[in-house]
Every structure is written in structure tokens, then in C-alpha cells.
């Protein structure tokens, strides 16, 4: 039972190029999340997937594109990084699907993005 | 808007030396208050979730507390190993998110 996981750990990007970050759960929960963590701001909800096929924009969106694949998957897409996307990405889950974001979130280990 | 603030920011003990983590919020409409820990380098770890005034919930060396304006963290004889940054985060219920507090970083010196 590895929870969640998340590929790649770090990654370096130039400014204008595009990536992936994944995210798996192997805990079958319906919600998915994807935050954003830089140093002296709390962790920031980018978007949010309550249940397969359905996703929102949490509370800093912009710049930022995401797939809910299956019930295990929420990948986010970064279409042309800037400097200001440099940052560590966690990706979280919790069972709830009516109210996402009213129970524990379980979170993977993170990766480091540094854009040049 | 819903605001979390946590004090101090850093914290150093020695070995055995009880303390208390404080989390202020100032929402509209508590449904929940959690409290995370984070290692160097890792994701964060659920500790604990409480949901009204008067709630108590313990673990290990770790109790946490919460009244109608915050919430605390009290560490009875810490050991070395406990040394984290620990998170706290309210639900409010008019979002689907949770806000987070920026955290302190609590080193237990031997």
C-alpha cells in the first residue's frame, strides 16, 4: 500500500517549457488535489478533482492544467513554465466526493520544480 | 476571508521541555481544524482533526486543543525525533479547500 505517489521528485525547466507532474492513489478515494508550497505561505490549493472526470480550479489556478484519468490518476500540466511556477508540488487525497476538502487529506512525498 | 496564523514561527526545546504551538483562524463557519506534520523534504503527515470547541485528541507526546479562535498543539516531553514543521488548516465549508497556516518549525535539541 505505497498511498500516494508522485513522479517525477525534481525536475529542472527552462522558462516557455511544458511538463507533467503525476500523481497516484492507491487508497481508492474519490478526491484528488494538487498544492502548490513556497517558503513563508501556506500550502496553496492549485485545483481540485471531487471525482473521475471532474475537476475545479482551487485558489491559484492560473498558469496551470489538469487530468483526472481514472479514480487513481490527477495529473498537472504546466503548458510554458515561468520563474514564478518554481515551487514544490504535493499532490493529496481524501475519500470524500460530495464535499472535497471537508476530510483528511493524505499526501505524497512532493516534487521539487525549479524553472530557470 | 479566511486567514490561519500560526506562532511562533520557530521553536527550539530541549529534550523533555514541554511546549504549546498556537493556531489562530479567523473564519466564518468552522467545520474542521487539522494539524499536519511536515519532515525536510517530505509531504505532510496527518496528526490529528477536531471539529468543535472543547475537542480534545491525543497522540503519543502530542495533544492538540481547539477553542472558538485557535487551536494548540501541546508537546509533553519532546524527544529529538519530533523535531518537524507543523502545520495547521481549517475547512470552513464555503469552499471545497482547506487554508493553511505557514506552519512552525519546532527543533528538540538534545
Known amino acids: 500500500n505505497a498511498g500516494v505517489t508522485q513522479t517525477p521528485k525534481f525536475q529542472v525547466l527552462k522558462t516557455g517549457q511544458s511538463m507533467t507532474l503525476q500523481c497516484a492513489q492507491d487508497?481508492?478515494?474519490?478526491?484528488m488535489y494538487w498544492y502548490r508550497q513556497d517558503p513563508g505561505m501556506g500550502l496553496r490549493l492549485i485545483y481540485y478533482s471531487a471525482s473521475e472526470g471532474t475537476t475545479d480550479k482551487g485558489e491559484v489556478p492560473n498558469g496551470y492544467n489538469v487530468s483526472r484519468l481514472n479514480k487513481r490518476e490527477f495529473s498537472l500540466r504546466l503548458e510554458s513554465a515561468a520563474p514564478s511556477q518554481t515551487s514544490v508540488y504535493f499532490c493529496a487525497s481524501s475519500e470524500a466526493h460530495v464535499y472535497p476538502g471537508t476530510d483528511t487529506q493524505y499526501f505524497g512525498p512532493g516534487t521539487r520544480l525549479t524553472v530557470l | 476571508e479566511d486567514q490561519v496564523t500560526q506562532s511562533p514561527e520557530a521553536l527550539r526545546l530541549q529534550e523533555g521541555e514541554s511546549s504549546s504551538l498556537n493556531c489562530s483562524y479567523t473564519?466564518?463557519?468552522?467545520?474542521?481544524l487539522f494539524w499536519y506534520r511536515q519532515d525536510p523534504g517530505k509531504g505532510p503527515e496527518f496528526l490529528f482533526t477536531l471539529y468543535s470547541a472543547g475537542e480534545e485528541k491525543e497522540k503519543e507526546r502530542l495533544k492538540a486543543t481547539l477553542t472558538k479562535k485557535e487551536s494548540f498543539l501541546h508537546i509533553t516531553a519532546p524527544k529529538p525525533e519530533d523535531s518537524a514543521t507543523y502545520l495547521c488548516?481549517?475547512?470552513?465549508?464555503?469552499?471545497?479547500?482547506?487554508?493553511f497556516g505557514t506552519g512552525t518549525r519546532l527543533q528538540v535539541m538534545l
Open positions: 487508497m481508492n478515494h474519490n478526491s
Open positions: 488548516a481549517v475547512h470552513t465549508g464555503t469552499a471545497s479547500k482547506l487554508t
Open positions: 473564519v466564518s463557519g468552522l467545520r474542521g
